[in-house]
Structure formats: C-alpha cells, structure tokens
C-alpha cells in the first residue's frame, strides 16, 4: 500500500460517517444573494438626505422674475445696512475674496452654483465675493435673465446684507459685488480681540 493510499484512508477516516460528497451541481457557490432591507439609520440618512436636497432646491425659487433692463444696475441693501457700504460695493471699495463664474451656465445651473457657492462663502467667514454673469444688449437676452434672477435669489439670502453691480474696471454689468454678513464665528472673534486690546 502506497504513501498516498494510507494518507487518504486516514484522511477518510478522521472526517467520520457524517461527511459526504456533493451532489451534482452543488458544487457552485450561488451568487445570487437576496437584498437586505435596509436598516432604520440607512433609511433616515436618506430621507435626510432627500430632505436635504428638496430643501436646497426649494431655497430658491425659480418662478417668473420681471426682467431687469439690460443697461440698468442692480443693487440692494438690506434694513439696518448703511448706504456708505452700498456705496463702497458700487465702486470696487471691497476685494473679492471669492469669485463664481456663471457664463454660459443655464439657469438652473445657476441657482445650484450660487447656493453652493455662497453658503461655502459664508462658512469660511468670506465678507465679499464677486458674481460673473456676463451682460446683455437686450432685455431678454440669456446673460440679463441670470441677472434678473440673480438679482431676486441674492435678496433670498439671510447672509447677503448688500449687492450692487460692479464698477466697468472690475466687470460693470456683467459682474455683481455681494457684501455678507459676518458669522457667529467671526463675531465672536472679533469680540475677543477687542477684549485683548482693552486688556
């Protein structure tokens, strides 16, 4: 009897009479699995997160807006701002410390980039950013109606204290400066320095 033999019968031997082969067939590993439900978390962090989105697509409303005209500048400034830093946006009087570009972007493109783009601006105590839009000769033309519409969103925005179109160095019509409001963060930052100051 060979090496092989005895190693295979005490082989047999040590599995006992409750292992058998496989039948035909049986031998696959089935890949088909069925999908588990998904768990009480996963389905409240996705509705959170539809939440999330109806909320941000909801933010902004894109219903009809009255066209701005096409050779006029926008500008606003909320309750409580003072005209000098309506003035000072006017003429380039704040750097920009962030810009978004929205040429050639379609509409609701836009209004998804703005958000974006002004609650990033917002979070990272920015004060003032610039808006290129790009301008129009007509009324109707697609750079106006970003315009118009940016000029109804930005009026949307808790933070936006103030906007005005920018000076012709820096954009003119086709450009728009906005002033935001200074964020918890940032207030009590500036609070604690003063403290330090006075000592």
Known sequence: MSHATNEHQAFRQALGSDVRPLTKGGDKARVERRRAAPSEAQLAR???????????RDFLS???????????????????????????????????????HLMRMPVLECRRALF??????????????????????????????????????????????????APPQLGGLGATFVMLRKSERARANNRERQQKRRG
């Open 62 to 100: 894109d219903e009809f807006v009255d066209l701005v005209g096409a050779h006029d500048p926008i500008e606003y400034r909320r309750d409580g701002i003072q005209i000098g830093v309506l003035e000072r946006l006017r003429h380039g009087g704040y750097a920009a410390e962030a810009r978004l």
């Open 46 to 56: 996705r509705e959170s997160a539809q939440q999330g989105r109806a909320d941000e």
């Open 116 to 165: 974006g783009f002004l609650k990033d601006a917002y979070a990272h105590d920015l004060r003032s950013v610039l808006i290129v839009h790009g301008r129009s000769s007509e009324d109707n033309g697609r750079a106006n109606v970003v315009r118009s519409y940016l000029h109804h969103w930005l009026q949307q925005f808790e933070e936006v204290q103030a906007f005005a179109s």
